[in-house]
């Protein structure tokens, strides 16, 4: 175990943490999150897009621990109310608000409006302290609903419909949101090529820079130099 390749989920998020944790648990390495550590300053999550925001989590925590380092940012954009929440999702009602506050906020928000559509979506960044990183993204699209339904997940999953299934994410398990999620289409790019990620981290610990993200190729695309 201790030969293993060490993987910080760069959140305190336990929602998070446990759906990231699922995803990668029959890989070869050892996955810890920001609670096994002491106090790490919080990082201001001010980039534009959610892209800014993961990598700017990842790399932070990444060189502050010295393991590489995989961060997500992700958010509900609604069609309605011009893409928001988007980025301010975590803080859409203010800092102290909780994941009902949000959710009440959205639904009066919608109150009246026919146009239900929205998608949640995520972009995962994983860095090493080098500040070399690799990203991947997902999406999902759905539905408002008009009222909270299904007491699993967290956030925005009670209001947030998907047709297909004709369920809530709140509403699925665990392993039903995994397939279909945002964040599990990310981690699914992810896992389909982490043999070639545990290389590249590898590679790109301190001391070494032997690959590099190709400027203007698809974003997992890997070079060996």
Not at 68 to 83: F, T
Not at 169 to 186: D, I, P
Not at 188 to 215: A, H, Q, T
Request: net charge negative.
């Amino acid at each position: 175990m201790d030969n293993l390749t060490t993987l910080v989920i760069a959140t305190r998020n336990s929602g998070k943490i446990a759906e990231i944790e699922d995803l990668l648990k029959n890989f070869p390495i050892k996955i810890k999150n920001l609670k096994d550590f002491g106090q790490i300053p919080q990082i201001e999550e001010d980039g534009d897009t959610f892209d800014e925001n993961a990598y700017k989590k990842a790399s932070f925590a990444s060189r502050v621990l010295g393991f590489p380092a995989l961060a997500d940012d992700s958010g509900l954009v609604v069609e309605a109310l011009s893409g928001a929440p988007g980025v301010l999702s975590a803080r859409y009602g203010g800092e102290k608000s909780t994941d009902g506050d949000r959710c009440e906020k959205l639904l009066c928000e919608m109150k009246g409006k026919a146009n239900r559509k929205a998608a949640f979506e995520c972009v995962i960044s994983i860095a090493v302290p080098t500040g070399h990183a690799l990203t991947y993204e997902g999406r999902c699209e759905g539905l408002i609903a008009e009222k909270p339904s299904g007491i699993n997940g967290f956030g925005y999953d009670p209001v947030f419909y998907y047709p297909p299934l004709n369920k809530t994410f709140a509403e699925m398990s665990m392993e039903e949101k995994s397939l279909v999620s945002h964040r599990g289409r990310a981690l699914c790019e992810l896992k389909s090529e982490f043999s070639k990620v545990m290389i590249w981290i590898s590679r790109n610990m301190p001391g070494l820079d032997k690959f590099k993200v190709i400027p203007g190729c698809e974003k997992t695309d890997i070079e060996i130099l």
